[in-house]
Every structure is written in C-alpha cells, then in structure tokens.
Nanobody
Framework: QVQLVESGGGLVQPGGSLRLSCAASGFTFSLYPMKWYRQAPGKEREWVASITSNGASTTYVDSVKGRFTISRDNSKNTVYLQMNSLKPEDTAVYYC??????WGQGTQVTVSS
C-alpha cells in the first residue's frame, strides 16, 4: 500500500534552515509528481510546493518563493523540502502528498526565538 513518511521537522530560530524528507513506498515513485502542504494552527491546509515526476519542473506558493526548494531523488524514493530564511509564519505541520489522496502523517516545524 502507499506509504509516505515525513521527517526532519523541529524547532528552529527565525532565519534558520531545515530540510524535510518524505520517504515513499508502495508505488512506482518515479512516475508521480509530488507535493508538500502545510497546516498552521487554526488554519486550513495549504499547498506549498510541487515537483514533476522527473524533477524537471517545480512550483511554489508565493509566500515561500526564493526561500524553499523542493527536490527529489527517485533512486531513494524520497522528496525533500529545503527551507531557508524561516519565519515564524512558517510554523505548521508539513505534509507530503501524492495525488489523488495519499498523505503522510506530517512533521511539525516550529519557528520561534
């Protein structure tokens, strides 16, 4: 069955960096685009970034452009989210997703001094 397992979250100071990972199994990873979403307390889940199946194209929500980078390693069945220049408003649970409806369990990112 499809499994997505996120890791790499934690507590970081404003301006700091984190790299999230999402390890995938149960399907042919290299055939599917992948996405990152996040959900802040009291807010709806929002899309953050997407990457095509071969990694050639990426897209981002405006609020993270220039700070976050989505990438993938199809040999490791893993998608990454490199987050730099983190802000308190980036605090959220981050989820990876494979369409049409597969989600990981999420990893908490807290940006605070």
């Amino acid at each position: 069955q499809v499994q997505l397992v996120e890791s790499g979250g934690g507590l970081v100071q404003p301006g700091g960096s984190l790299r999230l990972s999402c390890a995938a199994s149960g399907f042919t990873f290299s055939l599917y685009p992948m996405k990152w979403y996040r959900q802040a307390p009291g807010k709806e889940r929002e899309w953050v970034a997407s990457i095509t199946s071969n990694g050639a194209s990426t897209t981002y929500v405006d609020s993270v452009k220039g700070r976050f980078t989505i990438s993938r390693d199809n040999s490791k069945n893993t998608v990454y989210l490199q987050m730099n220049s983190l802000k308190p408003e980036d605090t959220a649970v981050y989820y990876c997703r494979r369409d049409p409806y597969y989600w990981g369990q999420g990893t908490q990112v807290t940006v605070s001094s």
